[in-house]
């Protein structure tokens, strides 16, 4: 199996929920840069009070401190991963190229999970995550077809995309990863 993956898609879209189950499943290592984000709001760090401003308002915290996070966490890394939630935009995933260069442990695939809106929202709704009422939801649905969206081609010419229908129950879903990655 495919082992040095990136999970892409829209919030609700179950990254968070697919990756924890394959990387405990796989022995992976999980990096969410939302919940690493979420780890320093919750200590209240310098980092965390200026990425909770951003994070609110479901727009994106900085390009220089969710690498930073990124590079700390991958570094020294021997076993597989998986990057939930990153990269977000264009400049991060030509950051990331290099300092996957240097650990010699270039992506093996891409996982896009696809739902529609509605679905989306609904999910969102339904969590209640401080980032999770209509507004900020909406923002976050607009940043990503703006910001990450366009990495779905970015992936496609590399040959490295594998999309997966989301839509339905969380095992279901769960099973087209893994066939995806076989
Ligand atoms: P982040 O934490 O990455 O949030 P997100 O991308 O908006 O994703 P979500 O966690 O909302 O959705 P998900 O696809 O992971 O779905 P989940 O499995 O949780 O980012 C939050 C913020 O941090 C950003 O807005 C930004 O400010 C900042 N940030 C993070 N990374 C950044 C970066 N790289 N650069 C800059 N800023 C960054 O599922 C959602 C809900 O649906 C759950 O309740 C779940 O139980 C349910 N669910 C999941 N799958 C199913 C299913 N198949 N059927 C029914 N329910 C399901």
Redesign the pocket.
């Known amino acids: 199996m495919k082992e040095r993956l990136l ?1 892409l ?12 189950l394959l990387s405990k499943k796989n022995h992976l290592l999980h990096l ?4 690493l ?2 780890i320093e709001v919750s200590a209240g760090t310098v980092l965390g009070k200026k ?1 909770a401003l ?2 609110d ?7 220089e ?2 690498l930073s996070i ?1 590079q700390k966490n991958l570094s020294g890394q021997s076993q597989g991963w998986l990057l ?6 264009l400049v ?1 995933a030509k950051a990331l190229e290099p300092l996957l260069e240097e650990i010699m442990q270039p992506i093996q695939a891409v996982i896009l ?1 696809e ?1 529609n809106d509605e ?1 989306l929202v609904k ?2 709704l ?2 209640g ?1 401080a ?2 009422n209509e507004k900020v939801i909406r923002n ?1 649905l607009e ?2 077809r703006d910001k990450t969206a366009p990495l779905i081609n970015y992936y496609s010419v590399k040959g490295l995309l594998k999309s997966v229908k ?5 095992n ?2 769960a099973k087209r990863i893994q066939e995806a990655l076989n």
Request: charged fraction near 30%.
């Open positions: 999970f898609g829209p919030p609700g879209a179950g990254k968070g929920t697919q990756a924890a969410s840069t939302g919940d984000l979420r990425a951003i994070m308002k479901g727009e994106l915290v900085s390009d401190i969710v990124v939930d939630g990153f990269p977000r935009n991060q999970i739902a679905i999910r969102l339904e969590r995550r980032d999770d976050r940043i990503y989301g839509n339905d129950e969380v279901i879903v």
